[in-house]
């Protein structure tokens, strides 16, 4: 069944960094668009970035050159790469896999906290 296993989350100061990853299946990697989003404490769940199997990437704009995300075809696993973290980028980060038009349905990861404070 699809499950996505997110990992990496922490606390880390002002300026610091930190790598997310999410796991999944051949499958579900191959065929669907994986990405982030999180949410911050009375906030609404935000885009942060996406992949598609082609490589094909879009970042949301208070993370661009910041944040990278990448893929490992061999592992199944997408990676959110945080440089210069700041404190507005604490949050429960989520994976997320969307389907195509074929199977339209997307699942979500359990959530990994990202912590940044002095």
């Known amino acids: 069944q699809v499950q996505l296993v997110e990992s990496g989350g922490g606390l880390v100061q002002p300026g610091g960094s930190l790598r997310l990853s999410c796991a999944t299946s051949e499958r579900i990697f191959r065929l669907y668009v994986m990405g982030w989003y999180r949410q911050a404490p009375g906030k609404e769940r935000e885009l942060v970035a996406t992949?598609?199997?082609?490589?094909?990437?879009v970042y949301e704009d208070s993370v661009l050159d910041r944040f990278t995300i990448s893929g490992d075809n061999a592992r199944y696993t997408v990676y959110l790469q945080m440089n210069r973290l700041k404190p507005e980028d604490t949050a429960v980060y989520y994976c997320?896999?969307?389907?195509?038009?074929?199977?339209?349905?997307?699942?979500w990861g359990q959530g990994t906290q990202v912590t940044v404070s002095s």
């Open positions: 997320h896999a969307y389907g195509p038009e074929s199977e339209p349905s997307d699942y």
């Open positions: 992949i598609t199997s082609d490589g094909s990437t």
